[in-house]
Nanobody, 115 residues
């Protein structure tokens, strides 16, 4: 079993920045993929950004050029740097990790973009 704990969410004004963190209870050196998803009220969960052990990061079109996903293997942590935030980015953000055929999710962290 792997626990994923997100942090860094909060309230930010449009145009502002936040950095989300996701700490894993197992080494991410062996992870197949890690990523961030989000779910806005009344909408389905969607992929925001994903990074694989052998693949380059990929992003949802709506966040390209604004969000950056990165990892720190020494800290078993994946980050999501979010810049130029828009009200449409308001959602609960979930961390995801896939180890072989097993998928794990964090409990989510709320990001609210509002003036």
């Amino acid at each position: 079993q792997v626990q994923l704990v997100e942090s860094g969410g909060g309230l930010v004004q449009p145009g502002g920045s936040l950095r989300l963190s996701c700490a894993a209870s197992r080494s991410i050196f062996s992870v197949d993929a890690m990523g961030w998803y989000r779910q806005a009220p009344g909408k389905e969960r969607e992929l925001v950004a994903r990074i694989g052990s052998t693949t380059s990061p990929n992003y949802a079109d709506s966040v390209k050029g604004r969000f950056t996903i990165s990892t720190d293997n020494a800290k078993n942590t994946v980050y999501l740097q979010m810049n130029r935030l828009e009200p449409e980015d308001t959602a609960v953000y979930y961390c995801h990790a896939r180890y072989s055929v097993m998928n794990y999710w964090g409990k989510g962290t709320l990001v609210t973009v509002s003036s």
